[in-house]
């Protein structure tokens, strides 16, 4: 069953020469108790995905051109006191830098409380109980001690912990966790990782984790969109896509990954250079990926790809996939 779904959502940022397309009519649900993943290279839109899914597009000075977020029977995009009401509380946001979220000047128990106290109105002492007993769900050592610190005093690592569990803070329903850890040494982010998804199991969660690095999809998420430009290019169950992908951009995507595991030069993607942001990528009537995509026809450069739901359930979005289907060979892969 699904509990968030997103129709249609396409967000703007408003520069001096033209818009810049940074989320482009994409659509997906997040089923109960999922960890769904969204992956794509620097600038294809994870973010603001996100943000505007937090209801928060508008604090980062976009524009949401059309698109709804349904959750609890409710379009929350249509008025901000539905967001007043669910953001933070049952829907929670997991940004990808800890420190700039938290406040330096306060204790970071002092911050837990103040959630604490403003969206559940506890009383002092429920507070100061509270706030151990999140401290300890998130598996900080000396959770008392790490209470007195300020930001500045706290690792990385320990930082996340705290996210976490402001995150936890007022019982969520929803998690988005935007490359949750990602700054840190692949140990503490595997540890992170393992505790969030020990935490979303054990309170029954649902949870949307961005990451741009393949490996930590394929580690923790039951489904996945794959996105570029903006756009949703691939989804489906991640098993699925990653072992068998089928649009030429997840294709390469996995290729350069797999290349950079194996410490080769020459991946894939590298061999045309990656947009540094979605205002480098022309402005596709066809195909976002087009452009760097070795299988690209004529109508990919006119005409946006229809999204194809395959036997196997996933979407793909591909003019050549759709072609070779056309013709009759409905096992084509890229
Ligand atoms: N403040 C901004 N002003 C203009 N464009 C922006 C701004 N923030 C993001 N963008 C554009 O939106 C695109 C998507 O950004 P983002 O969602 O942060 O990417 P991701 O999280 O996938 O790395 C970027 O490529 C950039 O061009
Ligand atoms: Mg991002």
């Not at 349904?70 to 539905?82: C, E, F």
């Not at 996340?160 to 329903?173: I, K, N, T």
């Not at 290349?259 to 590298?270: I, V």
């Amino acid at each position: 069953m699904e509990i968030l779904k997103v129709n249609d959502l396409t967000v703007y940022f408003d520069t001096r020469c033209r818009p810049v397309k940074a989320v482009d009519g994409i659509s997906f649900a997040l089923r109960r108790g999922e960890t769904l993943g969204i992956v794509g290279e620097s600038g294809s839109g994870k973010s603001v995905t996100a943000l505007t899914v937090m209801g928060l597009a508008q604090s980062i000075g976009a524009r949401i051109v059309s698109g709804e977020v349904w959750y609890d029977g409710k379009n929350l995009l249509s008025s901000q006191d539905l967001y007043r009401q669910v953001r933070g509380k049952k829907i929670s946001y997991i940004p990808q830098e800890a420190a700039p979220a938290l406040n330096p000047v306060l204790q970071v128990g002092k911050q837990l409380g103040e959630m604490l106290s403003v969206h559940l109105g506890l009383s002092a002492g429920d507070v100061r109980r509270k706030t151990a007993q999140l401290l300890e769900t998130v598996e900080l050592p000396q959770p008392e001690l790490v209470a007195r610190l300020y930001p500045h005093q706290l690792s990385g690592g320990i930082l996340q912990r705290v996210l976490l569990a402001m995150a936890l803070s007022c019982g969520p329903d929803i998690i988005i966790a935007d490359e949750p850890a990602s700054s840190l040494d692949t140990t503490i982010q595997a540890q992170i990782l393992r505790l969030l998804g020990t935490i979303k199991a054990r309170e029954g969660l649902s949870l949307i984790l961005i990451a741009h690095d393949l490996g930590v999809i394929y580690q923790n998420c039951d489904r996945v969109l794959i996105m570029y430009g903006g756009r949703i290019m691939e989804a489906g169950l991640t098993s699925q896509i990653l072992e068998n992908p089928l649009h030429p951009y997840t294709v390469s995507l996995l290729e350069t990954y797999r290349c950079l595991e194996e410490g080769m030069k020459q991946p894939g993607l590298t061999k045309s250079c990656p947009p540094a942001s979605r205002e480098n990528i022309p402005d596709a009537l066809g195909c976002v990926f087009a452009y760097r995509c070795q299988r690209a026809m004529d109508i990919c450069f006119l005409k946006k790809a229809p999204s194809l739901t395959l036997d196997d359930g996933r979407t793909v979005s591909c003019h050549h996939l759709l072609h070779l289907r056309q013709d009759g060979n409905p096992d084509a892969r890229m």
